[in-house]
């Protein structure tokens, strides 16, 4: 019994980790639609990858966009 619950724990921890990466990944591609899917299912937007939320990753590409005249990209 306590194996089957280390296993759920596991895929459950694997679960978070791949809806963040998801997460991220469409924050930096500043896909909406992508980051909207990532909640509903159920990413945790305190997720870190490296040192940064979400939120920073998005904000940075934005940031990296306007200071290149791209902002209409974005």
Do not use: T
């Not at 998005?58 to 940031?63: F, G, K, L």
């Not at 290149?68 to 990209?73: D, T």
């Amino acid at each position: 019994l306590q194996h089957r619950a280390n296993d759920r724990q596991a895929v459950q921890i694997s679960s978070s980790a791949q809806l963040g990466d998801r997460l991220h990944d469409a924050a930096e591609r500043g896909d909406v639609a992508v980051v909207q899917q990532a909640l509903a299912a159920g990413a945790d937007v305190c997720y870190r990858r490296g040192n940064k939320f979400a939120y920073n990753v998005a904000y940075d590409q934005q940031v990296r966009c306007q200071n290149h005249g791209l902002q209409q990209y974005y």
